[in-house]
């Protein structure tokens, strides 16, 4: 007789590790079945987590007590602070990861569990009994009992892979496509749709020429993506750049008609904001060149990363692409890049749960729901085990605002918006991205993880200690008094004006051109020199920016009291006849519950939401 678990998780990639690991740390008896144990984790497309946006994901994901960070960090052979020009809340961490070591900590870590459990196998069907999954069944025909199921297939569900004419089955290079589980689900009632993504090929990183290509080194003091438990690198592997150039794009539009994008081969859609390189020449002709990143993928490996070179044109073509390249004028490609068609499931087909709305205890998480992005899916993946793990327990839900996190943008746009093209995170999704940056993702979002039993109670009490050092340092600052003479000669070489009496540190501090560097070499008391640098830059933050934090805040409280103001079940939108067309039909056929729910839909403007607010009475 087959176990029963409290939870099955189907799929082994990013979505899938973070599922199990909330799920499971939270005290769920966990079975995650995967096709192969050997691709647990595996990075599909670039070796790198994090960058614009997506890195606050990974620290949010960190913060709750997830493993993407640290996971990321043990296996990063680069680090980089993207954005450093910019102010803070723009930041973002991004790692150069080793592909095969990412994969193998990302096992490791799951065997850690005691609670998690393996299958290799393959998910064909869903058990479901009177509107609620109650299992699944495998291609070895095995019946597996659970109280919930969490779905994050990524690109396997029908998947198809194309390079120039020839198509294969598949859901990754080399790995077979899942079927059935689409077709049940349309027979249930679901609206399925199909999407694209693509990777570039690799070559062998002994055959480029370096000397040509710009080098891009890490960050002279590396950080990590983890708040706790992880050591920056020692040492660190280039990445370089290169470009296109005319030649590479008269190759590309003489053999446009050999792609499947263009030849009616594909019909779907692919990622606006990581278009290949074929797209890029078509929709960018004005452009002379295109950025090509050249990303190692390991500390002992000839295999490289062609990053910004995606393409699903012939092996032919690729490779005299390839070879016209500066640097790469000998390259070797070791593997073509390739497209892949796959089913997904728009997402407003769920509760904000991540819960489907049609099927009870079954969740979807990750590009099943439209998504691209390791760090897009990992996201939904803690989030649909947390809520996996509650519902089952007949606990309350966890629900992150748009206010709270960048995974709760994430989902709020997924659920209340859907994507009819692969979604991927920006930070101009997030309005109170002010609040929402990277540096404070502990202090936002660890209490909750430790309260809900995923963030461990190490991890809780770094963040009280961290607390109090921030509030000691605040007060110190405040009644630290320093003499004009003493940092005058520090404003002078900022080359601003000078103070003329003596004034605060906190006061100080929040002129532009002085750091809390500046200042703790003035403090001949050492009362900043026990803390740690992470500590005192969170501190300077929050003095610097203090006053837009305050108006962000104020701003977050307005929308809060809007989100909770309850709209009618049975409001009939069509009496508003000044709405327009499109919301009308929107808000009828979505029926929000409250105005902030109303405002998050996609074609409802906030003049339409105005109208609404003064006919509700508000």
Known sequence: MTPQYDVIVVGGGHAGCEASVAASKMGSKVLLITMNMHTIGQMSCNPAMGGIAKGQLVREIDALGGFSGMVADQSAIQFRMLNTSKGPAMWSPRTQNDRKLFSEFWRLALESLPN?????????????????????????GIEIQSQAVILTNGTFLNGLIHIGEKKTSGGRSAERAATGITEQLQKLGFESGRMKTGTPPRVDGRTLDYSKMEEQPGDDNPSTFSFINTIPLAKQKSCFITYTNAKVHNLIKENLLRSPMYNGQIQTRGPRYCPSIEDKIHRFADKERHQIFVEPEGWNTIQVYVNGLSTSLPYDVQFKILRSIVGFENAAMLCPGYAIEYDYFPPNQLNYTLETQLIQNLYFAGQINGTTGYEEAACQGLMAGINAYRKINHLSPIILKRSDAYIGVLIDDLVGKGTEEPYRMFTSRAEFRILLRQDNADLRLTELGHAIGLAAE?????LCQKKKNIAHILDCLKKWKIKAHEVNPKIEAAGTHLVKETQCAYILLKRPEITLNDLVSLDHDGMLAAYSQETLQQVAIQVKYESYFLKEQELVEKMERLEHYQIPPDFDYTLLKSLSTEASEKLQSKRPATLGQAAGISGVSPSDISILMVYLGR
């Open 458 to 462: 190490d991890r809780f009490e770094k």
């Open 116 to 140: 998690l459990f393996f299958l290799q196998d393959i998910v064909t069907s869903l058990l479901i009994k009177e509107g609620t999954v109650v299992g699944v069944k495998t291609a070895l």
